[in-house]
């Protein structure tokens, strides 16, 4: 880790350590430091994979997800394809 994303984590422990995950989440959101263009890409992916894994296939459920998100086909796809590492493994 660099030394800003040290410091970015002892931040949000300082001020927001008491709190639950998806509070804590909600206030990186709201203080404006979540980068939300690759959390839409990282939903995204998991919507597909939990559709995966209840056995649909993939373009199936590259098509629910469309509907799910009310977005594009090609926004889908680009967001399985084109982002390749978004450090979320």
Do not use: Q
């Not at 984590?9 to 404006?32: H, Q």
């Not at 799910?68 to 086909?73: E, L, N, Q, T, W």
């Amino acid at each position: 880790m660099t030394v800003y994303e040290k410091a970015f984590v002892r931040t949000i422990e300082t001020r927001y350590g008491a709190l639950a995950p998806g509070e804590i989440a909600r206030k990186m959101i709201e203080m404006g430091v979540v980068d939300m263009t690759l959390c839409k890409v990282l939903c995204i992916r998991e919507f597909i994979a939990d559709r995966l894994k209840e056995g649909v296939k993939k373009i199936d459920a590259m098509w629910l997800a469309t509907e799910h998100f009310a977005c594009s086909y090609e926004y889908v796809r680009k967001c399985v394809y084109y982002y390749t590492d978004i450090g979320a493994e």
